[in-house]
């Protein structure tokens, strides 16, 4: 019947698909005889003021509903998936990837690369292109869809085939040319990996990019990742090469007289230097590469600190742990924090699993968590939510390593656990304090 993966999650109060009948686990069949490939071509086939819906409910049930609605007047329904065919995978092996510096035994859903614009269309990940065929050229002009993130790296033809070691990398520049002619806007990133696409080839990169600057709207650089798992020698960025890339993304920021290049706030830190102020980061496009998040950080400290309470009821003590990227700024806020009966403290999670060269948040594991706090006497624990496993806007309860926070709970039962879901804002620890 229908093999497209097209089955309802949920179904929102007081919709059209609630009125119907429409349950969750219900499969759509088609549309105006026609089956979507994905959410974009579902919501441009219910785009109509009259819609023949096919079902397939739950018990097995096929229904036909004849269904008169405003033109663009949404069903409710919420789908399990935004691709109801298979995703696309990655076919490159990209000497940079991380996905292939992971240990066994992880979540099988870490292993799985994609490389499908929809979901960067949809989701906002990186894509490289080298799968993309006319057919998917046709559907991106038709739907007209915009922005895309594309995985730049290098322009350089060879250098990027040797980079991603697929022979298809290569017309990288031809690919942007073409978004650009259907007005296609772009957010690139680039992986910097020293003695690869550093220095000149990223002076080259930025020149190139420049031939699509009308449709390019952001462009990050990233340092290459390196754990502890990966087999073979790879250079790091020092403080020499970060310095080198700063001033590149400067000049040609300057040179096109608009503030489009941005490095990540590693590159701050590797170098030695505080982050830019916002004005920098513009309206902070890139802000899940990393790019912008400890100004916005700072920036909301700096306004919710006066809104701290001068004194606490009853005497209390609040934990959080992070990565050692973002400890020492935390550490800084503890500083200028003055509430009488707080004990702010920060505690510093090295990152054992990985390799301690991986400094971030969002790579660490509850193993690592539960190593540092075991033996402390925590009252409120704070734990940023980027830790845990990402289900769509939200998050489920378990680090990357397969631990719950049930298991962190289990070595102090008197601990409460607080998950911030902001993590680029204060705000939610105020609240905190300010409750207790």
Same mark, same amino acid.
């Given at each position: 019947? *229908?093999? #497209?993966?097209?089955?309802?999650? *949920?179904?929102?109060?007081?919709?059209?698909? &609630?009125?119907?009948?429409?349950?969750?686990?219900?499969?759509?069949?088609?549309?105006?005889?026609?089956?979507?490939?994905?959410?974009?071509?579902?919501?441009?086939?219910?785009?109509?003021?009259?819609?023949?819906?096919?079902?397939?409910?739950?018990?097995?049930?096929?229904?036909?509903?004849?269904?008169?609605?405003? =033109?663009?007047?949404?069903?409710?329904?919420?789908? /399990?998936?935004?691709?109801? !065919?298979?995703?696309?995978?990655?076919?490159?092996?990209?000497?940079?990837?991380?996905?292939?510096?992971?240990?066994?035994?992880?979540? &099988?859903?870490?292993?799985?690369?994609?490389?499908?614009?929809?979901?960067? $269309?949809?989701?906002?990940? $990186?894509?490289?292109? /080298?799968?993309?065929?006319?057919? !998917?050229?046709?559907?991106?002009?038709?739907?007209?869809?915009?922005?895309?993130?594309?995985?730049?790296?290098?322009?350089?033809?060879?250098?990027?085939?040797?980079?991603?070691? *697929?022979?298809?990398?290569?017309?990288?520049?031809?690919?942007?040319?073409?978004?650009?002619?259907?007005?296609?806007?772009?957010?690139?990133?680039?992986?910097?990996?020293?003695?690869?696409?550093?220095?000149?080839?990223?002076?080259? /990169?930025?020149?190139?990019?420049?031939?699509?600057?009308?449709?390019?709207?952001?462009?990050?650089?990233?340092?290459?990742?390196?754990?502890?798992?990966?087999?073979?020698? =790879?250079?790091?960025?020092?403080?020499?090469?970060?310095?080198? /890339?700063?001033?590149?993304?400067?000049?040609?920021?300057?040179?096109?007289?608009?503030?489009?290049? #941005?490095?990540?706030?590693?590159?701050?830190?590797?170098?030695?230097?505080?982050?830019?102020?916002?004005? $920098?980061?513009?309206?902070?496009?890139?802000?899940?590469?990393?790019?912008?998040?400890?100004?916005?950080?700072?920036?909301s400290f700096k306004k919710n600190l006066k809104k701290l309470k001068k004194k606490l009821k009853n005497f209390s003590k609040v934990t959080i742990i992070t990565a050692t990227t973002a400890c020492k700024i935390f550490s800084e806020f503890r500083e200028q924090i003055n509430v009488e009966g707080l004990n702010f403290e920060v505690l510093e999670v090295k990152n054992n699993f990985f390799g301690e060269d991986i400094n971030v948040a969002g790579l660490i594991v509850g193993s690592d968590i539960i190593n540092v706090i075991q033996n402390r006497e925590?009252?409120?624990?704070?734990?940023?939510?980027?830790?845990?496993?990402?289900?769509?806007? &939200?998050?489920?309860?378990?680090?990357?390593?397969?631990?719950?926070?049930?298991?962190?709970?289990?070595? *102090?039962?008197? #601990?409460?656990?607080?998950?911030?879901?902001?993590? $680029?804002?204060?705000?939610?620890?105020?609240?905190?304090?300010?409750?207790?």
């Amino acid at each position: 019947m *229908n093999k #497209m993966n097209i089955i309802v999650e *949920n179904v929102i109060e007081n919709s059209i698909a &609630d009125e119907i009948g429409i349950k969750k686990d219900d499969k759509i069949i088609s549309i105006n005889s026609k089956t979507p490939k994905d959410i974009i071509e579902y919501s441009f086939l219910i785009n109509d003021e009259e819609i023949n819906l096919l079902v397939e409910h739950n018990n097995g049930e096929i229904e036909e509903y004849e269904i008169e609605k405003d =033109f663009d007047e949404d069903l409710g329904i919420i789908f /399990t998936s935004a691709v109801f !065919d298979k995703v696309k995978r990655c076919q490159n092996h990209c000497i940079f990837c991380f996905v292939d510096q992971q240990p066994k035994g992880l979540r &099988d859903s870490l292993y799985v690369k994609d490389d499908d614009w929809r979901l960067s $269309y949809i989701q906002g990940t $990186y894509v490289t292109l /080298t799968n993309f065929r006319e057919e !998917d050229w046709e559907r991106i002009e038709k739907y007209h869809i915009s922005p895309l993130f594309v995985s730049v790296h290098t322009t350089n033809p060879k250098l990027r085939e040797k980079m991603t070691r *697929n022979p298809n990398a290569k017309n990288i520049m031809e690919q942007l040319k073409r978004f650009k002619k259907i007005k296609t806007k772009l957010h690139c990133q680039i992986v910097l990996c020293p003695d690869f696409n550093d220095g000149e080839e990223l002076k080259r /990169t930025l020149e190139d990019l420049k031939q699509v600057k009308s449709v390019l709207k952001s462009v990050a650089i990233v340092p290459v990742g390196i754990s502890k798992f990966r087999k073979e020698e =790879f250079k790091k960025v020092d403080k020499k090469i970060a310095l080198e /890339t700063i001033k590149i993304v400067d000049d040609f920021n300057k040179s096109i007289k608009k503030q489009v290049a #941005m490095v990540s706030d590693e590159f701050f830190i590797i170098a030695g230097l505080d982050v830019p102020e916002k004005k $920098y980061y513009g309206d902070f496009l890139q802000i899940e590469d990393g790019v912008g998040a400890i100004r916005l950080l700072k920036d909301s400290f700096k306004k919710n600190l006066k809104k701290l309470k001068k004194k606490l009821k009853n005497f209390s003590k609040v934990t959080i742990i992070t990565a050692t990227t973002a400890c020492k700024i935390f550490s800084e806020f503890r500083e200028q924090i003055n509430v009488e009966g707080l004990n702010f403290e920060v505690l510093e999670v090295k990152n054992n699993f990985f390799g301690e060269d991986i400094n971030v948040a969002g790579l660490i594991v509850g193993s690592d968590i539960i190593n540092v706090i075991q033996n402390r006497e925590i009252e409120h624990l704070i734990i940023p939510s980027v830790m845990l496993k990402k289900i769509g806007e &939200d998050y489920e309860e378990v680090f990357l390593d397969g631990v719950k926070i049930d298991d962190v709970r289990k070595i *102090n039962k008197n #601990m409460k656990i607080h998950i911030i879901k902001d993590c $680029y804002s204060f705000d939610e620890i105020k609240d905190l304090i300010n409750s207790l």
